[in-house]
């Protein structure tokens, strides 16, 4: 005699994340290369087919940002879709798995993690500096952690930076002390909850 019962929980008990706006209605922006999509009533797309109501939300939220929409004309962005776009790609491309519109809101800005961390002159003003609970992370830091996850030892993380082993150990040291976590298992979570593996 078939379990019906069993039988309902076995269809359904294989869950897995989807960005946001595939099956809900809120909104995930990601880029690809120089592209910028928004996933949006399951569908993705380009800037040029966003609905105006997105159009309209991103740029209430510009205008509660004046440092950030300073420093988009400081680096010459000067039409209202360029300036959107890149807005966007610097505060919320990263995908994941926590929506970046519900509502029709954009949510608190997220770590994007772009090649030109530490060289970007807009850094901490148009895109967010990676927060830990007990301060900033510099490029370095970040630079260490990223490589936590793939096992290597201080030795190791050296060799790949090309810094000593002695400053490895300072950059875990400030990695423990700003999250607050104290050990490699926990940094390793850290680094998955933002992003970065």
């Not at 300073?70 to 505060?91: G, H, N, P, S």
């Not at 993690?113 to 830990?132: I, K, Q, T, V, W």
Request: proline share 5%; aromatic share 8%.
């Amino acid at each position: 005699m078939r379990n019906k019962a069993f039988i309902s929980k076995m269809k359904t008990c294989v869950s897995g994340k989807l960005p946001a706006g595939i099956v809900d209605q809120n909104v995930e922006f990601f880029a690809k290369g120089e592209n910028v999509f928004a996933i949006v009533q399951s569908q993705m797309l380009p800037p040029a087919e966003w609905p105006s109501w997105l159009k309209e939300s991103i740029l209430d939220d510009m205008q509660k940002h004046p440092a950030a929409v300073q420093a988009l004309v400081d680096a010459d962005f000067v039409t209202e879709e360029e300036m959107m776009v890149q807005y966007i790609k610097c505060r919320y491309s990263a995908l994941d798995n926590q929506p970046d519109m519900i509502e029709g809101r954009l949510q608190d800005t997220e770590y994007v993690d772009c090649s030109l961390r530490g060289s970007c002159p807009y850094e901490g003003r148009l895109c967010e500096l990676l927060a830990a609970p007990h301060g900033i992370l510099t490029r370095r830091e970040i630079d260490v952690l990223k490589l936590i996850p793939e096992g290597m030892l201080d030795k190791e993380i050296a060799d790949t930076l090309g810094i000593s082993v002695l400053t490895v150990g300072v950059y875990m040291k400030n990695l423990r002390e700003k999250t607050g976590y104290k050990n490699k298992a926990e940094l390793v979570r850290f680094a998955f909850e933002k992003n970065l593996i």
